[in-house]
């Protein structure tokens, strides 16, 4: 799912806005500071440890210099950091600051302008994209639908039967099944859902009254014994019985290792009207979790599990989903004057007795089935194949106010699918249907299902580049969520921050835009573990704070680090080794060993599996004038301390009154050290990490000090900066 931006941008300006006002003050100071710095030669740097520290044979101190109190624990009195946002980013180009206009890509708030003409997509190769079954499973198909629907559009109702098929992958005999019953989370304000959402998700409240349902007529085996008696709703995170969305079937007969029972279900879903992904909108029909969904049985070893058993979960405030690969053979029925646009693609022209149209939709290698249907959809398709792209259909169902748009959408999908092909493996399927909802229906919009997106609601007539993001975010999806199909309750980040992180890299290569990651990093305020159950999080802020963005931050620490060509290497042999399977942290982690030959543990124990980032400060400077043996120097001691996760070799600038400046770095790991550094001129400022070539720093304001101005005034307006700030912080963190 796509999280929205229109808030953010709000809220970026007016950070903006401040942060002009508060680092006016250092970068009127630092203006000329950044010149290229002449190392001196007379400099001694100490090892990182106290032991230097005093030195010996120091005459008297030169009070005027003493400026910063020693021992500071918070960091509070440093000045907030050089030049930000106002400094050029760090050496490979990434993140340059937000005023910089003309200066090459577009930075983060190019996203609220209005797209020049975009680059057209790589030209598509001679494309017949044939519908029809794979000639050969990509994946292990568990489970085989075949599912009857038809659309009440009075009621606002599904009524439908399923006759699944489920193979046992396990090595011990199965005695029930577990279903997820989705829409039963808009059943009532009690369900799990409700109750952790507060009956909201992204900006979009659900009304009241507003209510959603899948009702079980009947289970029955394929011999006809009914299992209706027996079934009951299981509550296994939170126990709440007000929450009917897993469901537990006995069987009549345990299904052995290897096996396959079929049952047949009638039910009904109550359609809500859209809200969290599914519902109505006037005559637009979202149906997304649809049907009876049979829960993941995950065998010994998959995902590190040490014995087999189901994966069972309830549908949360913030919980996405997860599925076993397989068979979908869907019938949907509609009235005539309706379209309809699903997962997969037709098995033949859609039947039309006058009053209704029948659809017959086909979908394999793959774990969800989605649908939408309208009778107000502008459809177009084009074929599209490249290189890496054997070819496919893209398919449009447009809400008729983005018509005139509809060359957008297409290019955005071609650049997507042509690019992800490219970096991480071709996209297997026929066809991409991507459908544009009426703008009351955008609670449906920015979701991704197997070959089938939503891009957000037709709201506005002249959309900004938003319009491309979701629709390149949730084509990311298709990767790292149709194919590496991981677990979304319990380890979402590996879908969310990993699509994220196609997305920017996409966005910058095709359109230019590249996103701020300074910016976004000090949006991080409360960093939490990634991997962590999705109702774990405090809130939905929280979960989108974390496996969103910081996880897409994590993601991009690593490129820096290990560069842009292995970092390429590394997200391509994780996809190709985990597409149609149930890859985990541990097998990410893996694949970044394997390919870099190095162990992350450190660096995934840190920022993966606790809720770090990093945060160095430069906590105290002193300045000592010196004379021994008739010559005059200064003895400079510069306190830093770590407060958060390692950095290996932290970029230090040492700036001096005489104008000299020195690069140094620090090995990082100890949690202080002082550094000596002996010159004919005392300290006029110190500077961590002043090319911003740390991801992952989210406390820049701790990482600047500065000297030269009177005490009493830097601190007087460091401390109005310091609390300004982080009150602002607060407010945007979503
Ligand atoms: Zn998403």
Redesign the pocket.
């Known amino acids: ?3 929205r931006l229109s808030q953010r941008s709000i809220a970026w300006g007016c950070v903006l806005t401040l942060l002009c006002g508060t680092t006016l003050l250092t970068n009127t100071l630092l203006g000329s500071g950044f010149l290229p710095g002449t190392a001196y030669a007379g400099w001694m740097l100490p090892a990182s440890s106290d032991a230097a520290y005093p030195r010996p044979g120091v005459s008297e101190p030169v009070s005027p210099l003493l400026l910063k109190p020693v021992g500071s624990a918070t960091g509070r009195e440093a000045v907030e950091a050089p030049g930000w946002p106002y400094v050029k980013g760090a050496a490979d180009g990434s993140s340059k600051g937000i005023f910089l206009p003309g200066d090459g890509a577009s930075p983060v708030m190019a996203r609220l302008d209005e797209p020049s003409p975009p680059p057209p997509a790589p030209p598509s190769l001679p494309a017949r994209p044939i519908e029809k079954p794979a000639p050969q499973p990509l994946s292990v198909r568990i489970v085989e639908y075949h599912l009857n629907a038809e659309l009440d559009t009075e009621g606002k109702l599904i009524r439908a039967t399923s006759s699944l098929t489920w193979k046992n992958p396990g090595t011990v005999p199965v005695h029930e099944l577990y279903f997820h019953l989705y829409p039963n989370a808009f059943e009532s304000k009690k369900t799990t859902f409700m109750k952790e959402s507060g009956g909201k998700l992204r900006e979009d409240a659900s009304k009241d009254n507003n209510v959603g349902s899948m009702q079980i007529g009947t289970i029955k085996t394929e011999d006809g014994i009914d299992l209706t008696s027996r079934i009951a709703y299981v509550q296994p995170d939170d126990g709440n019985t007000d929450d009917h969305t897993l469901l537990k079937v006995p069987l009549a007969k345990a299904v052995g290792p290897g096996e396959k029972v079929t049952l047949n279900t009638d039910y009904t879903v109550k359609l809500p009207q859209v809200f969290a992904r599914m519902g109505y909108a006037g005559d637009f029909v979202m149906a997304g979790q649809w049907f009876p969904k049979v829960a993941v049985y995950e065998t010994k070893g998959t995902r590190g599990r040490a014995e087999e058993g189901w994966n069972l979960h309830q549908y949360h405030g913030n919980s996405e989903f997860y599925a076993d690969f397989g068979i979908f053979d869907v019938r949907i029925k509609v009235p005539s004057s309706y379209k309809v646009a699903a997962t997969g693609f037709p098995i033949r022209p859609a039947q039309d007795d006058g009053k209704t149209k029948t659809y017959a939709f086909y979908a394999d290698d793959v774990h969800d089935f989605a649908w939408a249907a309208s009778p107000h959809f502008i459809y177009y398709e084009e074929p599209y194949a490249t290189p890496q792209l054997p070819g496919v259909r893209i398919k449009l169902y447009l809400d008729p106010k983005h018509e005139k748009l509809k060359a957008r959408y297409i290019a955005a999908a071609k650049k997507a699918l042509a690019r992800y092909s490219q970096w991480y493996g071709s996209y297997p399927y026929s066809t991409l249907s991507i459908v544009v909802p009426p703008a009351d229906g955008n609670g449906a919009g ?3 299902y197997p070959t089938l997106i939503t891009a957000w609601g037709a709201g506005e007539d002249n959309p900004n580049l938003e319009l491309e993001r979701v629709v390149v ?2 084509i ?2 298709q990767f790292f ?1 149709g194919m590496a199909a991981s677990n979304e309750f319990e380890e979402a980040w590996l ?2 921050g990993f ?2 992180y196609a997305e920017d890299r996409l966005m910058e290569t095709e359109y230019g835009v590249r996103p701020n990651l300074l910016v976004e990093a000090s949006y991080i305020t409360a960093p939490a573990p990634l991997r962590l159950n999705s109702w774990s999080y405090k809130d939905h802020h929280h979960y989108a704070e974390n496996v ?1 963005t910081r996880a897409k931050l994590v993601l991009k620490e690593m490129e820096r680090r290990v560069g842009a060509d292995t970092m390429n290497k590394i997200m391509r042999t994780y996809f190709q080794r985990w597409k149609f399977k149930h890859p985990t942290s541990a097998d990410f982690q893996q694949a970044v060993e394997d390919v870099t030959k190095t162990s992350w543990k450190e660096f995934f124990d840190q920022y993966v599996y606790n809720g770090m980032m990093v945060d160095y400060a430069v906590t105290t400077i002193q300045t000592n004038r010196i004379t021994e043996n008739g010559q005059t120097f200064y003895e400079n001691k510069v306190q830093i301390q770590r407060h958060g996760g390692t950095y290996p070799n932290v970029p230090i600038r040492f700036h001096f009154a005489d104008g000299t400046q020195v690069d140094k770095t620090w090995e990082g790991a100890d949690s202080e050290v002082i550094m000596k550094l002996n010159h004919s001129a005392p300290i006029d400022w110190v500077a961590l990490d002043p090319q911003h070539a740390i991801v992952l720093e989210n406390k820049r304001i701790n990482s600047f000090m500065k000297t030269n101005v009177d005490p009493k005034l830097s601190v007087r307006l460091n401390l109005g900066a310091v609390k300004l700030l982080e009150t602002v912080l607060g407010w945007i963190a979503w």
């Open positions: 799912m796509k999280k920015g979701m991704e975010h949730e990311g999806h969520y879908d969310e699509t994220s969103y």
